[in-house]
């Protein structure tokens, strides 16, 4: 009830701050006022996504009767925002292995925080696709997971036209769902897995066991495959889209196009360590048994191997996009130019730091999980950053919230200080996106 209170209240706040579409809304707005009129022809060329969320608007203006004003289209985004609580709850409850709440009314405190991550909260306020996008990508995973494969399918469609690379999530959702079924599918005749995919519990699991898995997974094939239908319908789909527009970008490709943009993954593994580490810290073992965990994996020559793969893409793909270097409206400029341009050799610096928060991850999430569902998630975020020429934060939401679901064992207190820290984020990118506009620049925000 306080996320829903205080969320209606930070948008009254805003559309009274705020009365004209700004940054990316006044490409979204019109094209939804469009929709709202009727004229399905009109399209914007400089939108790059699909019309998912002008379709939303335009249902809800149907079923409510609202105005397509602005403050009204900013409705859109909060509701999704305010459903969030209840798809994430279906989805912790997933990792846990908890039966879900009676009541779907009724959402876990932490998936009330986890809803309150601050990418995610804070476009829930501006007409913008992220948080829809990342609402049916989580029902979508819960469906899945749920054993409802065409419902699963449906909503992953119905994701992808909010966001193109969501098909990536759609794949995801269809193989967590299988690897799962998998690890706990037992024999007739006895208590031992009746699958002949080899995948030994995670923290367990070395160098040999991942050429194993991977040798073994075309016998297992024939198990997943009739489960695959609905998706592959999805990916058919997916495929004459792509094949009709030319490429996967709509509208105004010159400034979108794909890239071998290797560095983005490191980008997300730092991001994801800075704004989750209680999560992190809250371990069984606390700080201190995390640490000795890392630093026990970071082996020296395998780690130096690694470093030097990782500073040869540093050097050769990282990407200094022209809206990175331009706006200085976003965190993400000042990063790039008082961090990682502050001297040629920083970026090389924070190698170590990019493998001990890997690391730190893969055993948070690896307490309870075997190794490839550890790794799904990487798997997986590959083809949906790599093409992506700009960093930007909102593009590192979906997996952040699929990764950090899967840290199935954060204490009480630990949930604590992660909505601590998300209040205060929140509260001190929204103050200054409401009462620190500056003059002739504009409002800073992610």
């Given amino acids: 009830m306080a996320f829903c209170a205080s969320s209606v209240l930070v948008l009254k706040a805003l559309n009274e701050m705020v009365t004209e579409p700004y940054m990316d809304e006044p490409f979204h707005v019109p094209q939804a006022q469009a929709y709202c009129d009727g004229n399905f022809s009109y399209w914007d060329p400089k939108i790059t996504t699909p019309p998912g969320l002008y379709m939303l608007s335009f249902i809800l203006k149907r079923i409510f009767m609202l105005k397509c004003n602005l403050a009204m289209l900013r409705l859109t985004p909060l509701l999704t925002l305010l459903m969030l609580p209840i798809a994430v709850t279906r989805l912790l409850c997933y990792h846990k292995r908890v039966a879900p709440p009676s009541s779907f009314l009724t959402p876990l405190p932490e998936a009330v925080v ?11 306020f501006l007409y913008y696709t992220e948080v829809p996008s990342l609402v049916f990508v989580v029902l979508t995973v819960v469906a899945a997971t749920e054993g409802k494969h065409s419902l699963a399918a449906l909503l992953g469609t119905i994701s992808c036209t909010f966001r193109q690379t969501n098909v990536i999530w759609v794949l995801y959702a269809y193989a967590s769902s299988q690897v799962t079924a998998l690890r706990f599918r037992r024999s007739s005749t006895g208590g031992k897995p009746a699958t002949k995919l080899h995948d030994p519990p995670a923290l367990a699991a070395g160098p040999a066991d991942v050429f194993r898995m991977i040798a073994s997974a075309p016998w297992v094939i024939p198990e997943v495959l009739l489960k695959f239908i609905p998706y592959g319908v999805v990916v058919a789909g997916f495929t004459a889209f792509v094949i009709w527009n030319g490429g996967i ?27 989750g580490w209680p999560a992190l810290l809250s371990a069984p073992g606390g700080t201190q048994g995390l640490a000795r965990g890392v630093w026990y994996r970071m082996n020296i020559v395998c780690t130096c191997t690694v470093s030097a793969v990782m500073a040869f893409t540093i050097h050769q793909f990282t990407i200094h996009h022209p809206f990175l270097l331009a706006d200085n409206r976003h965190y993400t400029f000042y990063v790039w130019r008082r961090v990682f341009r502050l001297h040629p050799v920083v970026p090389y610096l924070l190698i170590p730091g990019y493998i001990a928060c890997a690391w730190a991850w893969f055993l948070r999430i690896g307490n309870d999980q075997t190794l490839l569902q550890n790794l799904l998630v990487p798997l997986f975020v590959t083809p949906t950053l790599l093409p992506t020429p700009l960093l930007e934060p909102r593009y590192f939401l979906i997996p952040y919230i699929l990764l950090r679901a899967q840290v199935s064992d954060v204490p009480g207190w630990g949930v604590v200080m992660e909505g601590l820290w998300y209040v205060l984020v929140n509260a001190a990118t929204m103050w200054v996106f409401l009462y620190k506009e500056r003059a002739g620049v504009g409002r800073f925000m992610w």
Avoid: M
């Fill in 249 to 275: 970008v709509l509208g105004d490709k010159s400034n979108h196009t794909p890239s071998f943009h290797v560095p983005q993954l490191y980008y997300f593994v730092g991001f994801a360590t800075l704004l």
């Fill in 114 to 124: 986890l809803s309150a991550f601050p990418v995610a909260w804070f476009f829930g």
